[in-house]
């Protein structure tokens, strides 16, 4: 019982079992980073904004890049905004509707027109098929439509 208890109170032990607590923890915030990087948002407007029809939509992209409709290069897509509607399951193709407005040719942003009232704009990004990455690669925000001046 003294030799293990001497055994591991040694200085090179303790050195071998910080580095190696070091290495661990390094390796794990490497990955989740490398997770946590993979995401689409709104650059604006900002969730919960007020604002006038028509108004700038500007998308945002981390972790993977735009390319145009029909290139299937692994994480790479365009973005899909969905206009008070949910995200798309992962590998459905997003619909092809009023709702669901497809930037094939990779656009950023787009200027865009609705009613007064309160909406929900959802950033789905898919893959050159139009396929959903899923929830994981969306948005949801929310915005109230004002009425115009008189």
């Not at 028509?54 to 790479?76: C, R, S």
Request: aromatic share 6%; glycine share 8%.
């Amino acid at each position: 019982m003294t030799a293990s208890l001497t055994l591991l109170s040694s200085q090179p032990l303790r050195r071998l079992f910080r580095q190696s607590a070091a290495a661990l923890l390094i390796s794990s915030l490497s990955v989740m980073s490398a997770l946590a990087a993979e995401r689409t948002f709104f650059e604006a407007p900002a969730d919960n904004a007020e604002v006038t029809s028509p108004f700038k939509v500007k998308f945002g992209l981390e972790g993977m890049k735009i390319a145009p409709l029909g290139d299937m290069t692994d994480k790479t897509g365009h973005h899909h905004l969905i206009i008070d509607g949910v995200a798309v399951t992962p590998g459905t193709s997003v619909p092809f509707d009023e709702k669901h407005m497809h930037f094939g040719k990779g656009q950023t942003e787009v200027e865009l027109s609705l009613p007064p009232g309160k909406h929900t704009l959802t950033l789905q990004f898919g893959n050159g098929a139009h396929q959903s990455y899923g929830p994981g690669m969306s948005k949801t925000i929310s915005v109230t439509v004002l009425p115009a001046a008189k």
